[in-house]
């Protein structure tokens, strides 16, 4: 079982990346893949989740408005478009695969089973 990230990159503040998190061995049905980041000397921040049965999503106040997480069931698959890009933005990148528990979604990183290896986002100023 694997979740693998891609997309990351060295861009200037303002610009824009699409982050991949590809999800082959799940059925891709009732958990939430939720995307969290990592800045070096702090903690693990969570930034967006979104639920693969219904499409709810939710997100970190700094990231609301300049984000977008968005899902393919198809190809089983979630992308997280990050816009105006900001030097606090620079961080590794983790996707994650939380089971459903019937307590609801959320960005609590403990809550959740399945994780990349993580992808590096640096923003330049």
């Known amino acids: 079982v694997q979740l693998v990230e891609s997309g990351g990159g060295l861009v200037q503040a303002g610009h824009s990346l699409r982050l991949s998190c590809a999800a082959p061995?799940?059925?891709?049905?009732?958990?939430?893949i939720g995307w969290f980041r990592q800045a070096p000397g702090k903690g693990r921040e969570g930034v967006s989740y979104i639920s693969i049965s219904d499409g709810s999503a939710d997100y970190a106040d700094s990231v609301k408005g300049r984000f977008t997480i968005t899902k393919d069931n198809a190809k089983k698959m979630v992308y997280l478009q990050m816009d105006s890009l900001k030097p606090e933005d620079t961080a590794v990148y983790y996707c994650?695969?939380?089971?459903?528990?019937?307590?609801?979604?959320?960005?609590?990183?403990?809550?959740?089973?399945?994780w990349g290896q993580g992808t590096q986002v640096t923003v330049s100023s």
């Open positions: 994650a695969l939380q089971l459903f528990t019937g307590l609801g979604w959320g960005l609590r990183d403990y809550e959740y089973d399945y």
């Open positions: 061995g799940f059925p891709f049905d009732d958990h939430a």
